[in-house]
């Protein structure tokens, strides 16, 4: 019991989180979490199975209630910033009144220490004095009381300082050559390149089995693409071309696809190769392409301007050639499926049940 009155003294004492883990101010997320692992590596309950029960109970203490709570501050940046800030606002308050006077000797080194060696000189030192911070025959109390204080003066360096050039780093060492400014070059950067979207993923992966002759593959993709962007005339035209290249062609379903290409961008390349191959009608002139905005005619109707809709206007043969197309599309589509599935088996009719005559 004496081990956690012990250990909750040193909650309120050491309120600086950056000491009681053994990490500088400095650190960065990287750092921190590295030490944090090895400060619970050596506080971990297996290292001192065989070891008295008060230095049990210390290390155990010292890891849930000290060392794991200031390594959920440090872990996140604002927390971090925040114990930062706390820092500074309590050096502001010791050098209101008075210079800080360290008590210890490597404190005293570092408030010495050449404004192009104060970050080197801090950087070992808290190194040097957290690889024997949680070591059991050392105490624990007088290596991070020191830590505090190497802080303390670190912090006090840099906001003091200003116009001597120390300049603070918040992820690693500063050599010396960096206390002055630098002079920056201009770099040509490459401009931004913009995030490719999934339909753009199939249309590419597509585009590469077509080169690659693998148009079943080139199938599969481009009607993914189309199932999530379907007013591309691209992905239209590269399946309808990709139907007619399987080795069992589909002119059926390479017209319908070929047909919403020209309709979505009547000078589509693929549409104008294949599309009158397929008994498409093809246009020769040279409208602006919609690629999925159908253009909508207006019309004057008692002065005002009205909206044309596509089903005002529609023949009985247009009518007549969409049922066929469909025809033809089911047709072979029938053909695929018995292709991939097998034959069809023609069901037999079944005959009847013989009627059995009861003599009255």
């Known amino acids: 019991m004496m081990q956690s009155s012990l250990v909750s003294e040193w909650v309120t004492q ?19 979490q590295k030490r944090y692992r090895v400060a619970a590596k050596n506080l971990h309950p297996d290292r001192y199975i065989d070891a008295d029960a008060d230095i049990r109970e210390l290390t155990e203490k010292l890891l849930t209630r000290l060392v794991n709570p200031a390594y959920e501050k440090l872990s996140k940046e604002s927390e971090r910033r925040e114990s930062l800030a706390i820092l500074r606002l309590k050096v502001r308050s010791l050098t209101h009144n008075a210079p800080l006077s360290p008590r210890s000797d490597l404190a005293r080194q570092l408030i010495e220490c050449p404004v192009s060696n104060v970050d080197v000189f801090y950087e070992q030192t808290i190194t040097q004095l957290a690889d024997t911070q949680f070591d059991p025959s050392t105490n624990f109390v007088e290596v991070t009381e020191q830590l505090m204080e190497l802080n303390l003066v670190y912090l006090h360096l840099k906001m003091g300082n200003l116009s001597g050039g120390v300049q603070e780093k918040r992820d690693g060492l500063i050599p010396a050559v960096e206390a002055r400014p630098k002079q920056f070059v201009s770099v040509a950067t490459k401009p931004e390149v913009a995030a490719e979207s999934y ?47 399987l080795d069992k062609p589909l002119p059926g379903m390479a017209k319908v696809h070929l047909k919403r290409a020209l309709e979505l961008n009547p000078q589509d390349k693929y549409g104008l190769k294949f599309g009158p191959k397929l008994g498409l009608a093809v ?41 066929q197309q469909l025809r033809e599309l089911l047709d072979e589509l029938s053909q695929w499926l018995g292709s991939v599935f097998g034959k069809r088996t023609k069901s037999k009719p079944r005959s009847p049940s013989p009627r059995v005559l009861t003599k009255k």
């Open 14 to 32: 050491f309120n600086d989180p950056f000491a009681v883990l053994g990490i500088a101010v400095t650190a960065d997320d990287r750092r921190v």
């Open 199 to 245: 339909d753009q993923r199939h249309y590419r992966r597509a585009q590469e089995y077509a080169k690659k002759g693998a148009w079943s593959q080139a199938v599969q993709e481009l009607r993914d693409a189309i199932r999530i962007k379907a007013d591309k005339s691209d992905y239209h035209a590269l399946l309808g071309v990709a139907y007619l290249y």
């Open 283 to 323: 246009s020769t002139a040279v409208p602006p392409a919609t690629n999925g905005r159908s253009p909508q005619p207006s019309v004057q109707a008692n002065g005002k301007s009205v909206t044309r809709s596509s089903s005002m206007k529609r023949s009985p043969l247009k009518a007549k050639s969409l049922l």
